[in-house]
């Protein structure tokens, strides 16, 4: 798979709400070494707390794998050519037999934070999803994590997953995080094979 985001040329920039950011996608084998500890330290400072308070808790040598995965899709946010403010980490991947984009990240240093960048890097997501023909857009969100939990559900219109604890009742109430989806229009009933 080339760059996802090349079909997309407007959504190659961000400029709206005092923001002026170019945006890339790229696989983790092309970024910078600077540019992957960049993301590693931003997604420390703003998780770290959410993980401890959940059953996960934080271990920065299993995040920095996770973050490394061969299988790993960065779109990365640029103030400039060199000062890199947002990321999602993403991944094409299988999930109960269905073709899915997971997003396993998106996080935004404090300065962009409410100017719309967020929401506009998951419409990306949505967009690349229904290019390749996914079925849904799926993400874990901690519920304790009120903000992102609100953000997704009602902001993004998310729904909670069939695969979610709280659904399948594997944990259910005890489980401290959800797992979210939205479906493509190759994810929609039509299109199933239920």
Known sequence: LGDPLEAFPVFKKYDRNG????????RVSGLEPATVAWAFDLTKT???T???QSEWGWKDREKREEMTDDRAWYLIA?????????????????????EVLYCYEVQ???????????????QILQLMANSTQMKKVMLTVF???????????EALQFEIDDSSPSMSGCCGEDCSYEILSRRTKFGDSQHSHA
Request: charged content about 25%; overall charge positive; glycine content about 6%.
């Open 19 to 26: 923001l002026n950011v170019s945006i890339e996608c790229k």
């Open 46 to 48: 703003n998780m770290q």
């Open 50 to 52: 959410m993980y401890e």
């Open 78 to 98: 640029w103030e400039s050519s060199s000062v890199p403010v947002a990321f999602s980490h993403f991944r094409f991947d299988v999930e109960c037999g269905d």
């Open 108 to 122: 935004l240093e404090s300065k962009v934070r409410r100017k719309g960048l967020g929401k506009f890097l998951i």
């Open 143 to 153: 519920k304790h994590n009120h903000g992102a939990y609100q953000f997704f559900r």
